[in-house]
């Protein structure tokens, strides 16, 4: 079955929207690695309603209109990434967490490597929000849509959701994003 896909034009650059029938599948960086996320064949359609919904809330949330998605997801990974992607969705806008602190989460505190894999494999960019998990030391680490990206949606959610520094916050002591390269 083929899947449903539309170029969304973003602060952050073009993002491919790609759903089934009745759901979202992935949010494409534009310069993603094909292999990052495997998907079907995939058909341009600009009408698709599950994609013309994304379109609209992602331009709420990048208007500073939106802080929380109410899109129908179809994640498509092992038991342990679904698992880590739920975690995720639990992190509020404007704040973050570690690794380590989402390892511990799930209740294996030694499997930090394994939530950063997972964490890298994530499908559904921004709404699934992968870009809230920092390294222990409170630096950016890796991101498919690149560290500067990363940056830029942190500011801008910290910027309109009151950042909370208390989690390492990625920040340095002017407030301005850490990238660890």
């Known amino acids: 079955m083929s899947l449903a896909y539309k170029i969304m034009e973003s602060p952050v650059g073009k993002l491919k929207l790609v759903a089934g029938e ?7 960086w534009e310069k993603d690695s094909p292999r990052r996320v495997r998907l079907s064949e995939l058909v341009a359609n600009d009408r698709h309603p599950v994609l013309v919904e994304t ?8 208007s500073g209109k939106r802080k929380r ?4 997801l179809d994640m498509r990974g092992t038991r342990f990434q679904k698992d880590v992607w739920e975690a995720l969705l639990a992190i509020p806008f404007g704040e973050t967490r570690s690794y380590g602190r989402l390892a511990k989460q799930l209740g294996n505190p030694r499997a930090t490597r394994a939530v950063g894999a997972a964490n890298g494999k994530n ?5 699934v929000p992968c870009h809230r998990v920092i390294g222990s030391s409170g630096k950016l680490t890796g991101f498919a849509g690149g560290l500067d990206v990363k940056a830029r949606l942190l500011s801008f959610e910290r910027q309109r959701g009151g950042w909370d520094i208390s989690h390492g916050g990625g920040l340095d002591r002017d407030r301005k994003a850490v990238i660890e390269h």
């Open 22 to 28: 009745k759901a979202l599948v992935a949010i494409l």
């Open 55 to 62: 379109e609209r809330q992602l331009g709420e949330y990048f």
């Open 69 to 72: 998605f109410s899109i129908a």
């Open 123 to 127: 499908p559904v960019s921004i709404i």
